[in-house]
C-alpha cells in the first residue's frame, strides 16, 4: 500500500521560500511508468496542479508555476520536493503530493485535477503566507 505523507513549515512570510517535502512509502518514485506531483487547493478554489516529476526524473511545470517552482527528488529517501520562491499570500493553499501510475503532464497556464486523476494522495499540509 503506497502512502505519501507531506511536511513543510506552515507559515511563511511574504517572498520567502517555501519548501515541502513529500516522503513515500510501500512504493518506489522510480516504480516504472510513475509520476509524482504537488497540488495545492487555495480557500475556496478548485485542485491546482504545480508540478510533475516522472519516474525517470524528468520534471514538468504549469505554466504559471515555471519560474518560481522546482520539483525535485531524493531517490535515496524515496521522497518528492518542492521548493516555490517568493512566495505572497495567494499562495496560501493546502499543499498535496500525489502519484499515479502513467504519465501526468500538464503544461498549461492553469492545470485543474480532480482526485481522480491520481492513485495516491498524501492529506495535505496547510501553507500560510501572512506577514
Do not use: H
Not at 516504480?31 to 519516474?55: F, H, N
Request: hydrophobic share 35%; glycine share 8%.
Amino acid at each position: 500500500q503506497v502512502q505519501l505523507q507531506e511536511s513543510g513549515p506552515g507559515l511563511l512570510k511574504p517572498s520567502q521560500t517555501l519548501s515541502l517535502i513529500c516522503t513515500i512509502s510501500g512504493g518506489s518514485i522510480e516504480m516504472e511508468d510513475s509520476s509524482w506531483v504537488w497540488i495545492r487547493q487555495p480557500p475556496g478554489k478548485g485542485l491546482e496542479l504545480i508540478a510533475t516529476i516522472t519516474d525517470r526524473g524528468s520534471a514538468y511545470y504549469s505554466d504559471s508555476f515555471k519560474v518560481r517552482a522546482a520539483i525535485a527528488r531524493v531517490t535515496s529517501k524515496n521522497q518528492v520536493t518542492l521548493q516555490l520562491s517568493s512566495v505572497t499570500p495567494e499562495d496560501t493553499a493546502v499543499y498535496f503530493c500525489a502519484g499515479r501510475k502513467g504519465y501526468y503532464i500538464c503544461l498549461d497556464n492553469v492545470c485543474s485535477v480532480s482526485k481522480s486523476d491520481f492513485t495516491w494522495w498524501g492529506q495535505g499540509t496547510q501553507v500560510t503566507v501572512a506577514s
